[in-house]
């Protein structure tokens, strides 16, 4: 079986970590061949307020058992069409999460189900996070085009289903591989050396662009309570705003937490990620909303900590214990769940244990297998 995978591809940002480790896993399964179809220009500079599409630093990580053709532009119609004529995949699997390409999508797409290639789609966000008309519109005119969806959680499927009205056998949930980005694998006390925090420093850590919907604000005003109750508590905070930050930064002074927060704003390059989550004690994902499965969360499992999150989304899905999960914009429950994880060393020990056993269900070897099941059965319509 011959597979296309059209994504971002390195050294691109986009979801090019999820796509190196699937089409690693699919192309370890017998008899499958993958391909690797990308842009050589993936976003206008204006619609990408997360810096620089590209990771100056990343290497191509790329097995060497896959094939990658970098084709597309996103200002090129005629490399789309191109694209689409070209894919040698029996199967083009797309991975779908961005907006703006929406047009080389459905183009693409298109062209490819002209030449009687099945489209899978993988969909990363259900639902644009920031939504509006337009958003929407192109969203469901590039979804219309798979002739099957592939989903991270039972949520998502829920909201294809009711929302979206698509038949439940359309749609397949596979959950999100785990993800371990490059970099030497330090220890807690380590990895806080050296990132500059105390050896005793209990860690809460917001990894990730800094984006309104995920919850900033609940989180600051939530460690107000956990900084009073953990003496030693310190907040993290590392990503790219894609929105103003001095509001926040505002937000700091106003609690006094001015020398309880560390922040590291702007794109943290991949070699520098593992040292954040080796320090964590604790990973915070607070969203308001989120119709989607966190990348966050699966480098969470892999590095084997604790995680709280909000309910929402798919978030539940990567923690067992009740504990962990608290009500969206919910100060209270958010300090309360932080500070008993920061004061009870066997709650957070038992998180850990939670978090590996958890990243065994999302072993990327099961889920290409899965994956591969889904080819099979579009290509048997």
């Given at each position: ?5 059209l994504?971002s591809v390195p ?5 090019t ?7 690693g896993?699919?192309?370890?399964q ?7 179809l ?5 976003y ?6 997360g ?11 790329t097995?060497?058992s ?16 191109r ?5 040698t ?19 693409m ?7 009687g ?9 259900v639902?644009?996070?920031?939504r ?31 929302e ?12 999100h591989?785990v993800?371990?980005?490059?970099g ?23 990894f ?19 900084a009073?109750e ?18 926040y930064?505002?937000?700091i002074?106003?609690?006094?937490l001015?020398?309880r ?21 604790v990973?915070a ?11 966050i ?17 798919g978030?539940?899905?990567v ?20 500070t ?39 290509l048997?319509?």
């Amino acid at each position: 079986m011959k597979v296309t995978l059209l994504s971002s591809v390195p050294p691109q940002k986009g979801i090019t970590p999820y796509t190196l480790g699937l089409a690693g896993a699919l192309a370890r399964q017998p008899e499958v061949d993958v391909e690797l179809l990308g842009y050589r220009s993936l976003y206008p500079g204006f619609l990408y307020p997360g810096g620089d599409v590209e990771d100056a630093a990343a290497g191509d990580e790329t097995p060497s058992s896959v094939s990658v053709s970098r084709i597309m532009n996103w200002w090129d119609p005629v490399s789309w069409v191109r694209a689409g004529r070209g894919a040698t995949g029996d199967v083009v699997h797309a991975q779908w999460w961005s907006y703006p390409l929406a047009p080389s999508y459905a183009v693409m797409l298109a062209a490819a189900k002209r030449r009687g290639k099945r489209v899978v789609m993988t969909l990363h966000n259900v639902l644009p996070h920031e939504r509006s008309l337009w958003k929407d519109f192109l969203n469901r005119m590039v979804i219309r085009v798979a002739d099957h969806l592939i989903v991270h959680s039972r949520r998502m499927r829920d909201v294809l289903v009711e929302e979206m009205r698509f038949a439940e056998s359309e749609v397949s949930v596979i959950p999100h591989g785990v993800l371990v980005p490059p970099g030497p694998t330090l220890g807690r006390e380590e990895a806080k050396e050296r990132l500059g925090l105390a050896p005793d420093a209990k860690v809460v850590l917001y990894f990730g662009h800094i984006r309104k919907y995920k919850g900033i604000r609940t989180l600051l005003d939530a460690f107000r309570t956990v900084a009073d109750e953990a003496p030693s508590a310190h907040l993290v905070i590392a990503g790219q705003p894609w929105v103003d930050w001095a509001p926040y930064e505002a937000r700091i002074a106003v609690l006094k937490l001015t020398d309880r927060v560390t922040t590291k704003l702007g794109f943290v390059a991949s070699a520098d990620v593992g040292a954040y989550f080796a320090a964590a004690d604790v990973i915070a994902l607070p969203y308001s909303h989120f119709e989607a499965q966190s990348g966050i969360g699966a480098m969470a499992l892999a590095y084997e900590r604790a995680v709280v999150v909000s309910d929402v989304g798919g978030l539940p899905d990567v923690v067992s214990d009740p504990r962990a999960i608290v009500p969206p914009r919910d100060v209270g429950s958010l300090g309360r769940a932080l500070t008993a994880i920061l004061t009870d060393e066997p709650l957070r020990e038992k998180l850990e244990q939670d978090a590996r056993e958890l990243s065994k269900e999302f072993e990327w070897g099961p889920i290409a297998e899965r994956t591969v099941a889904v080819y099979r059965s579009v290509l048997e319509v």
